[in-house]
């Protein structure tokens, strides 16, 4: 059974960082093109970063020089290292998975996991 799941969320003061982890397991995630979603309060998912089954990576404005997406093959897992990070960062953040649809679409994606709450405040 195809499964992601994501780790790594909690509290962290401005300026901080948090590395977030999405395993996957019943499929190999490189063969897969990844993404990372998030929501905040009273709004709607949105996308802003994603690696595909190449490894290229791709990131939002908002997230662009802040945030690094990586892959460890061997453990089947995408992470997420989030540097400098700002209030409006807060959120719940989730990976997505799909073998054909990628970028910062939630409609193209089929795998999600359950999603990982990160809060930045003082």
């Known amino acids: 059974q195809a499964q992601l799941v994501e780790s790594g969320g909690g509290l962290v003061q401005p300026g901080g960082s948090l590395r977030l982890s999405c395993a996957a397991s019943?499929?190999?995630?490189?063969?897969?093109?990844t993404g990372w979603f998030r929501q905040a309060p009273g709004k709607e998912r949105e996308g802003f970063s994603c690696?595909?089954?190449?490894?290229?990576?791709y990131y939002a404005d908002s997230v662009k020089g802040r945030f690094t997406v990586s892959r460890d093959i061997a453990n089947n897992t995408v992470y997420l290292l989030m540097n400098n990070l700002r209030p409006d960062d807060t959120g719940v953040y989730y990976c997505?998975?799909?073998?054909w649809g990628w970028g910062f679409d939630e409609k193209l994606y089929k795998y999600w996991g359950q999603g990982t709450q990160v809060n930045v405040a003082s």
């Open positions: 997505a998975a799909d073998l």
């Open positions: 019943g499929f190999r995630l490189d063969f897969y093109h």
């Open positions: 690696i595909d089954s190449d490894g290229r990576q």
